[in-house]
């Protein structure tokens, strides 16, 4: 009874602590997530008004540079058709009459055709028209309009008065033309003679129709509107008014349009016929004016998506959270489960790794039966005397069981380097002497395959590393060079390099080279630059991983330099962290 009462306790305390874990997760939890929602909400908030802004700010720059552009295009087109002769000429001034505003219809025929060109080729202009000194109509174009006009005489008009003043291009307010009926802009240029006196003014009356028509097609909700205004604050366009308005609204009291006038672009919220507006406004450089574009939209209907995307955002936070608590019932079972996953997945490595000592061990001991028969069958008189044929099957079953037991040995290190089991002994010892023992291990098998081998090494360091697994990089490399370099003019040549950081060595071979596009390949398990089945050279394909991953080890890095035709270059080195001391 006190045993059950015992472990019951146990039970009862690991249960409580676990609820305290799950209780304490999710609370801590439900905070981190609240804190980093708010945190993110407010952020994109921001973000979105500030994009929001910015994207109302490029439209309405870009409409600005639009007009801007068109209205200096008009102004382009008068200058140069007013510096025609005959258009400054007013030789039929004596012809004007007042019934028809000007001179007759079969008058001064060049200039008129002048102006029809180029209202043919501008759509942009109403109406052009010459004016004498005095104000009077010369002539206009169409004709139509010339006798349409209710007075002869227009000195009182705001680009008349414009120009003679300014002796330069005027760019008027806007004003409803007595010719169409209809809102219009006027652009006018005076021309003076040789001693200063005016002989007239060259008009071209700008159809806002077509800029109304213009702005109007653009995407515009109903609620937005592009408010287009001169330099004294009356509207030339209202995207909010229906094109053949003939009224003029002035906007001169608004802050945005103040401001803009002032040459000044930004945005701003502001009361509007009871409405609270947001509006983004720019200055426009019209001739020696400056004229405003304000972008108006309520502010509810503009920052109406930043109110929903919070909404939904507010209510994504609650989902989670309640997903969160209702997650934290099943997470007791869950760190059951993963104790439970973990000490299996231990126990499995374990039995992984035993398995393969095992089997390893296991290859290993008939191999050596197999090796030693095959040495003592070939030895002569030894057991018995071989026919040709039967040393020559005799060599290839110990030439296969070498092959064999070192096939063993690279999988039993690729399989310690994969689970990071692979031991490192690192010792001092001298570079010149360790790259010395690698050229007499390997001079009998060069001098047997008739291959010239170099060390090129000229220096001397004591180096703390792990002197045999070097060798085993040295000692694969090596024997790929091998198979690789030409039968009769082979050349090997290794060495090593000091530097600040690190020791570099190299093994530099004649051989045929490894295309560009397999080079990347090279250091994957199994991996064989020749597949095809009556390829040359033999291999297991895990020598360049076992080497880059003993250099991997050993804290270095390993690559090669390789063209096809041009032999290779396999570079590898290993950190010099100070701890080497220069041989004296």
Request: charged content about 20%; proline content about 2%.
């Amino acid at each position: 009874m006190v045993t059950r009462t015992v472990k019951w306790s146990v039970k009862n305390k690991m249960t409580i602590n676990y609820t305290i874990k799950i209780f304490s997760i999710i609370v801590g939890s439900v905070i981190v997530i609240c804190g980093i929602s708010v945190y993110v909400i407010n952020l994109q908030t921001s973000d979105l008004k500030h994009e929001i802004v910015i994207t109302k700010t490029n439209v309405a720059k870009l409409i600005s540079s639009t007009v801007a552009t068109k209205f200096s295009e008009k102004i382009t087109t008068l200058e140069i058709a007013g510096n025609n002769t005959y258009v400054q000429n007013t030789a039929y001034a004596n012809y004007i009459n007042a019934s028809v505003k000007g001179i007759p219809s079969n008058m001064d025929l060049e200039k008129r055709r002048d102006a029809r060109q180029i209202l043919d080729h501008d759509k942009d202009f109403n109406v052009l028209f010459f004016v004498m000194p005095n104000g009077d109509m010369y002539m206009q174009e169409p004709y139509s309009a010339q006798v349409n006009n209710k007075v002869l005489n227009f000195a009182f008009r705001d680009w008349y008065k414009g120009a003679i003043a300014n002796h330069a291009t005027y760019v008027s307010e806007a004003y409803i033309s007595q010719a169409t009926d209809r809102k219009a802009v006027a652009i006018s240029e005076p021309f003076y003679s040789s001693n200063g006196s005016l002989i007239g003014l060259w008009v071209g009356l700008i159809n806002l129709d077509s800029l109304e028509h213009e702005l109007s097609s653009l995407d515009l909700s109903h609620d937005r509107r592009i408010v287009i205004v001169d330099h004294n604050g009356n509207s030339v366009v209202d995207t909010s008014q229906p094109q053949d308005s003939k009224k003029l609204v002035t906007y001169a009291n608004l802050e945005s349009v103040k401001n803009a006038l002032d040459g000044k672009g930004g945005s701003i919220t502001e009361t509007i016929n009871g409405t609270q507006m947001f509006s983004v406004y720019e200055p426009i450089k019209i001739g020696t004016h400056t004229w405003a574009i304000v972008l108006m939209q309520p502010s509810d209907t503009v920052f109406g998506v930043i109110l929903a995307t919070m909404e939904s955002s507010y209510l994504i936070i609650v989902m989670i959270v309640s997903i969160v608590i209702f997650t934290g019932f099943f997470m007791y079972r869950m760190f059951r489960s993963n104790d439970i996953l973990t000490q299996k997945l231990l126990e499995a490595d374990v039995k992984k790794e035993e398995f393969s000592t095992m089997i390893t061990h296991e290859l290993k001991t008939p191999l050596v039966t197999i090796d030693g028969y095959s040495e003592m069958l070939l030895e002569p008189g030894l057991i018995g005397i071989l026919n040709s044929e039967q040393t020559n099957a005799v060599s290839k079953i110990a030439e296969s069981s070498k092959k064999l037991v070192r096939l063993i040995a690279d999988i039993l290190d690729t399989q310690k380097l994969d689970l990071c089991k692979m031991r490192f002994d690192k010792k001092n010892f001298s570079l010149s002497e360790f790259m010395k023992e690698v050229v007499e291990s390997f001079s009998p098998l060069m001098k047997n395959e008739n291959i010239e081998f170099i060390n090129s090494t000229t220096n001397d360091q004591i180096v703390s590393s792990d002197k045999n697994r070097l060798m085993q990089v040295f000692a694969n490399l090596i024997k790929n060079s091998i198979d690789f370099v030409p039968k009769k003019s082979g050349r090997i040549e290794i060495g090593s390099q000091v530097l600040d950081n690190e020791i570099r060595f190299f093994v530099k071979d004649n051989g045929i080279g490894i295309p560009k596009e397999k080079q990347e390949n090279l250091f994957k398990k199994f991996y064989q630059v020749d597949t095809s089945l009556n390829r040359r050279h033999g291999g297991t394909g895990l020598g360049l991983v076992i080497c880059k991953g003993i250099i991997d080890g050993l804290g270095g890095r390993m690559w090669l330099d390789s063209d096809l035709g041009k032999g290779t270059t396999f570079w590898f080195s290993i950190n010099n962290d100070g701890s080497m001391d220069q041989v004296k």
